[in-house]
């Protein structure tokens, strides 16, 4: 069974702040991908990254950095100089190669930055 | 490009009652998925569709839910007779590729059942 856990449910934060969000993934399959979602108020989910369980290389897209820990089965992801427009539901979520091979996805971490 | 589109955006419907939501995906994309997200939980994956074969629907709840994708582009989810447990956001999305591919999320349906 596969299983994603987002223990933070809700993150305030004051504008200029650094904040990580915390992924923890449980799978027995060797190939899989994880992907970190963003939810505005508006409701569709936006893509922002996957990652493959074979790269654990870390990745820093602007203010957006995500580090994988295949040792501690993390994917967590860090808001540097958050603003408001980063205001939303955080949704890490796993693919994995055996199975019904569909993607599960956590329980969200809701964040709010303050002005 | 557009996105994929979702129709309609809210729904209220009484329990019993039958209800369908429509769905476009993005044009060249050959996966189509249909999540259930219940307020202040993840998305679930209902069912999911290679063009037109159904690749998974083990999560989908086959004595009231169906679903078709009709020539391998829209697709449809309909839902009879509903319950209150149904109330929730029905998001569309579609890839490329298969699951393991960068999906795009419509804005999703707002069901409620009163």
């Known amino acids: 069974a596969q299983k994603v856990t987002q223990a933070q449910t809700e993150i305030s934060v004051v504008e200029k702040e650094d904040v990580t969000l915390d992924c923890v993934y449980e799978?027995?399959?060797?190939?899989?991908?994880l992907f970190w979602y963003k939810q505005p108020p508006s409701g569709e989910l936006v893509f922002l990254i996957r990652r493959n369980s074979f790269d654990e290389q870390n990745e820093i897209s602007g203010r957006y950095s995500w580090n994988f820990q295949k040792s501690t089965s993390s994917f967590n992801f860090t808001i540097t100089a958050s603003q408001v427009v980063d205001s939303a539901v955080y949704f890490c979520a796993l693919w994995n190669s055996g199975g019904y091979q569909k993607v599960t996805f956590g329980t969200g971490t809701k964040l709010q930055v303050i002005p | 490009e557009a996105g994929v589109a979702q129709s309609p955006r809210y729904k209220i419907i009484e329990k019993r009652q039958s209800v369908a939501f429509w769905c476009n995906p993005i044009s060249g994309h050959a996966t189509l998925y249909w999540y259930q997200q219940i307020l202040g939980q993840g998305p679930k994956l209902l069912i999911q569709?290679?063009?037109?074969?159904?690749?998974?629907d083990s999560q989908l709840p086959k004595d009231r839910f169906s679903a078709e994708r009709l020539k391998g582009v829209d697709s449809t989810l309909k839902i009879q007779p509903a319950k209150l447990e149904d109330s929730a956001v029905y998001l569309c999305?579609?890839?490329?590729?298969?699951?393991?591919?960068?999906?795009?999320f419509g804005q999703g349906t707002r069901l409620t059942v009163v």
């Open positions: 999305a579609s890839s490329r590729g298969g699951g393991n591919t960068e999906a795009f």
């Open positions: 569709f290679q063009n037109n074969g159904v690749v998974d």
């Open positions: 799978t027995r399959d060797t190939t899989y991908y």
